[in-house]
């Protein structure tokens, strides 16, 4: 029977293979079975479930310097000196791009179905799938996660499969009903309230938070097709009508203020190195462009650092000839996802 292999390193063709020295394969299980003695609290659980099959793993062969783990290669290793997130290099590499292009996969849609009964209960939900790869580069498990834009929970649902602990906070009734729903686990966790009370809710340390706020009063103003297909169906076509719905602030500069009032206060609520993502779009109104996204980074920089923006693209909505045959105007596929954080 071949012999256990612990120790595995890169070679000249950046191929991770185990260590051609039997010798290092013995020191190697020495080392980890002294990890998992000492730093137990540091492995992710995959990883723990499964220590049997994890191999030590360090590029140059230099096993006495290795600080990485390794379960199935193909993913890559897990360094345990990982401050932010559960990943491996790899894994943390692909989510480095910054674009991404993601559209509503079936799977969410039917987990949303089965319990909202009708698959738009609300006008504007995203994926728990997309809001996963963000929880899971921002956060460790068990780390607490806020969104204070609930709507229907996709950050909760996101938190439940990930095993990290959701907190939301929604206006609409109805939709922090279907949060409940969808994740009774966190029901204490989920305020129906105006989230620009956010600091009187006795909210613990946050860890990360990823949200999605109304854009402007974008709903209230639609007149395209989205507008009239819901109408038809006797969907919502916005939030609701309630004067504290951000949604419902038609001045422009009340609702910069008013959303941004939101993430300052929040500042004081995250853990010391936490990062934020706020996910939004530039708006057109009257053929002229309100750089939201642009504007939310610009005021939140004078409190956070911000640090980056990765870009959302759609790519399977179909275009509508805007402008023609006047003027240019664009179909606007593309939202940003501003990421900032408290340094
Ligand atoms: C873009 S949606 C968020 C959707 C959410 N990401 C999801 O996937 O279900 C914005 C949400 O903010 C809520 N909202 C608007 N004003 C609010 C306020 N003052 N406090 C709390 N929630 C508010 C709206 O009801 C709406 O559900």
Known sequence: MAEEQYFYYKDKSKKIIPDPDKNKHFLAKKILDEIFMTQKDLIPSIYKENWNRVKLYQPAGIVEKAQAILLNINDGAYDLRNKINNLTGK???????????????????????????????????????????????????????????????????????????????????????????RTPEFKNNIFNEDCRNIDKLNLPLINYSISSPPYWNVLNRSTDGFKKEREEKGLDINYSDQAADLGNIDDYDVFLQEVCSVYFKLYDLLADGAYITIIVKNIKKGGKMYPLAWDIARILGQKYVLKDEKIWIQDKISLSPYGYPNSWASNILHHYCLILRKE
Request: charged letters at 20%.
């Open 91 to 181: 894994e943390w590499t692909k989510f480095t791009c910054s674009w991404f292009i993601f559209n509503a996969l079936q799977s969410d849609l039917q987990e949303e179905r089965a319990v909202t009964k009708e698959t738009q209960a609300h006008p504007a939900t995203f994926s728990p799938t997309m809001i996963s790869d963000f929880i899971n580069f921002f956060t460790k498990e068990g780390d607490i996660v806020l969104d204070p834009f609930a709507g229907i929970g996709s950050t909760l649902v996101a938190c439940k499969r990930n095993n990290r602990v959701g907190y939301g906070i929604e206006l609409n009734k109805k939709y922090f009903d279907i949060i409940l729903q």
